[in-house]
């Protein structure tokens, strides 16, 4: 095993991801898709595609894509702190992003590529690995590429299922009216500015442990979960597609990506009333199905999925704003500060009952980072024997207006910070790898002080 300090400094050096996303790509999923709807013919459940997919240019994702694991693994964790995958919430959710710490590794002239430790991983969990993992770079090429595409705005991850919830009952658990069709995106991108309607991107990613023609397979798949949730009219919804691929006979790491072109997303208020983000969550009660538009006098039977029309825009962006800012308050493990930005059916009440002091005036954990405040909450766990320490949180300020629920000046200050708040490296002060996102929030890793490792070694043996 590697020591404990060795492991914390290649967190965050710089490797290479290999991305995949040209006209041969879209031709095997077209096959893919096809091959599908044959063996579904006779099936009702066939789903829907996005009518046309496409490469994504190389000036926005480059074949090449340099990615330090440390920003994948926070991306991977503040995606998934609203994702119920576990009665442990605390485990399951915060540091589920920990057991990669060893998973990947690399370098500034190669590829990034499965470890014994990974391979040990997946054989145990390869379906979790491939999919979290699939998560994690996916949603850090969609930010990388957003963010060159609509330089003068934010951009925002969004869980789908939790904000689709303010409005859709989407599972036999849910109150309400169900959608009764089991494809929806994994997430959503917001791409937005103050004082602007806000675009809304759905995104489908999956991962595997095989090799191009199973991701071409999972991107079939992704099209049907991408066209699932329409905003504005019909066929218009641009989407965002990934499938990671990690082979499992040491080949390089691969993300094969492509994009659903489309005017619609945007989230123009017709009736002029502009959204106020600052008002408490409200659940909707959103019709399911998506509705063609009428053929003459004749409209089209409807097709199953969630359908955002224009007199939804304005509290549509409202859910994502109070769903994003709940994900943070989660990443915090603030348990009131998270509720009331949830509706009930988003799972408000799961969080009334767990609470810890950062919204009083004592934190339950709080660590200057590159001289900035930061609080949130922490874990204690043993990585190759000596005991390090996990801290995941938000900028002190950024908190105190979340906590209130002052989304609108939470986003103003996040905006206009975009360009200087990201960092990644080791804080020699903090003793380890720290990651700061454009949102706030910060996630690090440190051996504990104090801690020996050849004690330790000793001991554990």
């Known amino acids: 095993m590697k020591p404990t ?35 579904r013919k006779e099936n009702e459940d066939e789903p829907r595609r996005k009518p046309a997919l496409v490469p994504i240019l190389p000036t926005e994702l480059p074949r090449q894509f340099e990615v330090t694991l440390w920003d994948v693994l926070h991306t991977l964790a503040r995606a ?110 917001e791409v937005w500015r103050r004082g602007e309607p806000s675009l809304a991107i759905p995104i489908a990613c999956k991962g595997n442990h095989s090799d191009s023609a199973t991701s071409a397979e999972q991107l079939a798949s992704a099209s049907a979960h991408a066209e699932a949730v329409h905003i504005g ?44 983000r600052n008002a408490s969550p409200f659940q909707a009660n959103v019709m399911p199905d998506i509705h063609p538009p009428a053929e003459g006098l004749v409209a089209p039977e409807p097709v199953r999925g969630c359908h955002v029309q224009p007199k939804d825009y304005v509290w549509f962006q409202e859910s994502l704003a109070h769903t994003t800012a709940a994900g943070l308050m989660a990443f915090t493990g603030s348990g009131h500060a998270t509720a009331r930005h949830l509706t009930d059916r988003q799972g408000r009440k799961r969080y009334t009952g767990l609470e810890h002091a950062a919204s009083m005036s004592v934190q339950d954990a709080a660590h200057t980072l590159f001289g900035n405040e930061y609080v949130g909450t922490d874990h204690v766990f043993r990585l190759n024997g000596p005991r390090v320490e996990a ?24 905006h206009a910070s975009r360009h200087v708040r990201p960092r990644l490296t080791v804080d020699e002060d903090w003793g380890g790898p720290v990651s700061v996102h454009a949102d706030g929030s910060v996630f690090a890793l440190r051996l504990l002080p104090g801690q020996n490792e050849e004690s330790c070694a000793c001991s554990s043996r």
């Open 5 to 39: 300090k060795e492991v914390l400094q290649e967190l965050t050096q710089s490797s290479n991801v290999s991305i995949h996303s040209d006209d041969a790509l879209v031709g095997k999923v077209k096959a893919a898709i096809t091959a599908d709807d044959e063996k």
């Open 233 to 276: 009219a019909w066929n218009e919804t641009p989407g965002l597609l990934f499938s990671t691929q990690l082979p499992t006979d040491g080949g390089t790491m691969t993300v094969h990506a492509l994009q659903a072109p489309g005017s619609g997303g945007r989230l123009s208020p017709a009736e002029g009333r502009e959204a106020n």
């Open 80 to 189: 998934t702190t609203l994702s119920w995958r576990g009665a442990g919430r605390g485990l399951a959710e915060h540091w589920g992003a920990l057991k990669y710490t060893q998973a990947l590794a690399g370098g500034r002239d190669s590829f990034l590529g499965l470890t014994d430790e990974g391979h040990r991983i997946a054989d145990h969990y390869k379906s979790l690995q491939s999919s979290e993992l699939g998560i994690g770079f996916a949603l850090t090429l969609t930010e990388h590429m957003l963010r060159s595409r609509f330089p003068d705005h934010s951009v925002t991850i969004v869980p789908a299922d939790t904000a689709l919830r303010a409005g859709w009952a989407l599972t036999s658990r849910d109150k309400g009216e169900k959608v009764k069709y089991r494809y929806r995106p994994q997430y959503f991108a």
């Open 391 to 414: 801290f995941s949180g938000v900028d002190e300020g950024v908190f105190r207006l979340l906590a209130r629920g002052d989304i609108e000046e939470y986003r103003a200050l996040v």
